[in-house]
């Protein structure tokens, strides 16, 4: 017997198990991820919409208390969100809001803004046509946003713009 012929002969023979094990075993955990994936994105999307309303009713409160700050008699709204964060109208630091933050549903879209007739920001929304989970209207303190079928139909403002 050749060298060779000798160590084929001690082995056994590869029959494919492993690789049918194998297979099946990426079946299974394909299986499980297929279930659970929906339940993962719809828990996700769920918890950018919570965020989606604090952050609004922040900026909501923010715009009120800039309005009800303004020096002297005449009531303004902000020309820019940015007023927020900094309110130039005093000699002290004042801030409405610690931070802008972004839109949770889409962090590189600017927020929309609700202007009134004079350029003053009123209100802002989320530009995302997304449909929301929340069915019904969303009460948020004093905050309450009417059923919608997207995002982008939540308008965050003060409960009296005007």
Request: aromatic share 8%; with cysteine.
């Amino acid at each position: 017997m050749r060298r060779g012929e000798a160590d084929r002969a001690r082995r056994p023979k590869a029959r494919g198990f492993t690789f049918v094990a194998l297979l099946a075993a990426v079946a299974v955990i394909t299986l499980g991820l297929s279930v659970t994936a929906p339940t993962w994105a719809d828990k996700a999307r769920r918890e950018r919409e919570r965020e989606l309303m604090r952050i609004g009713e922040l900026y909501a409160h923010a715009l009120a208390d800039y309005r009800e700050g303004s020096p002297g008699g005449l009531k303004t709204w902000p020309r820019s969100l940015d007023e927020l964060a900094l309110d130039k109208r005093f000699f002290g630091v004042r801030r409405h809001l610690r931070r802008l933050y972004p839109d949770p549903l889409d962090p590189a879209r600017p927020w929309g803004l609700v202007r009134d007739l004079d350029g003053g920001i009123v209100g802002v929304y989320s530009q995302s046509t997304d449909r929301p989970a929340a069915d019904g209207p969303v009460v948020l303190g004093d905050l309450v946003l009417a059923p919608a079928r997207r995002y982008c139909d939540w308008k965050f403002s003060p409960k009296d713009p005007t």
